[in-house]
């Protein structure tokens, strides 16, 4: 990012140079300066510094993804996958094109688009990511070996990024890591570590930079399935309320979520009641 910053401020400065020499020459020898030459070279120097700015520094920037109106109404239909194409083109040209190519692996994520996923990070240089970016990529491939189920190669990820991971500190990253460490310590069976890292990115979505309120219900999902795994009805019960509470208004893929984990909830609850008709029925048969 820096690097095109630098080049950036160097086009510019080079621009309006030579263009307020341009005209500070052609205004000279029409002997038509409104103000003195040296003043008015300042203000001329002023005046194309700010307009190239505009220009030189809005070519720098990560090009508006303008897919997702069309991504929200039709979903990755055919012409969204094309409007998609373009825009990652168009990222490569501005040198961003592994930085476009991690955004839309994550968005293929949360529409449960995995193999699109995982087709977007085999294209990365993982190699050329800075250390934020290189979170983003392994965080993003750790979660979908996970929601996949494919423990090798969730262990794999893991092994290979859980120092990375482990250290996330700013809080625009740490809340959803700490989600997909929770989701990876459930699949190995570790509930209890499973649900620290739950709550930790709980505490993130809901204090930290930026309320989330998808990722509250991610994680609400998650601790409802541990407190299921463990027998702990009413917590399960609360978590479950809590997510139905932030998913209002959620997309289809939470509203998804949280039928099921409504189901589950319900199931636990009948499945105790009939051990308790059970028990009764054994005590007065006995």
């Given at each position: ?10 086009r510019?400065i ?11 020459l052609?205004?000279a020898?029409?002997h ?10 300042m ?9 190239f ?16 109106r069309?991504?929200?109404?039709n ?5 969204t996958?094309e ?27 949360s529409?449960?688009k ?51 991971l ?20 459930y699949?190995c ?7 620290v ?57 939470i509203?998804?979520k ?18 308790d008709?059970?028990?009764?029925a054994?005590k007065?048969?006995?």
């Amino acid at each position: 990012m820096l690097t095109k910053l630098i080049r950036a401020m160097v086009r510019i400065i080079t621009a309006s140079v030579l263009l307020t020499e341009a005209l500070t020459l052609a205004f000279a020898k029409a002997h038509r300066l409104p103000i003195p030459q040296g003043a008015f070279s300042m203000l001329l120097f002023a005046g194309s510094f700010a307009v190239f700015s505009i220009i030189f520094l809005n070519m720098e920037r990560l090009p508006r993804a303008g897919f997702m109106r069309s991504l929200e109404e039709n979903g990755f239909s055919d012409k969204t996958n094309e409007l998609i194409k373009k825009w990652v083109k168009k990222c490569g040209k501005r040198g961003y094109h592994d930085t476009a190519l991690l955004a839309l692996s994550e968005l293929c994520m949360s529409f449960e688009k995995y193999k699109e996923a995982f087709e977007c990070l085999s294209r990365i240089s993982c190699g050329k990511l800075d250390d934020r970016q290189k979170i983003v990529y392994y965080n993003s491939y750790l979660y979908g070996a996970v929601i996949c189920g494919d423990k090798a190669a969730a262990d794999a990820v893991y092994n290979r990024s859980k120092l990375l991971l482990l250290g996330v500190t700013d809080d625009r990253l740490s809340g959803v890591v700490k989600h997909t460490l929770g989701c990876y310590e459930y699949m190995c069976g570790r509930l209890a570590s499973a649900e620290v890292f739950f709550n930790q990115s709980l505490e993130t979505a809901a204090h930290g930079a930026g309320f989330d309120e998808d990722l509250i219900c991610e994680d609400n999902f998650g601790l409802c399935a541990c407190y299921l795994e463990t027998d702990r009805l009413m917590q399960a019960k609360y978590a479950a309320e809590q997510a139905a509470y932030y998913a209002q208004g959620a997309d289809s893929v939470i509203q998804r979520k949280l039928e099921r984990t409504k189901r589950l909830v319900e199931l636990a609850f009948r499945n105790t009641q009939n051990d308790d008709l059970n028990i009764e029925a054994e005590k007065g048969s006995a």
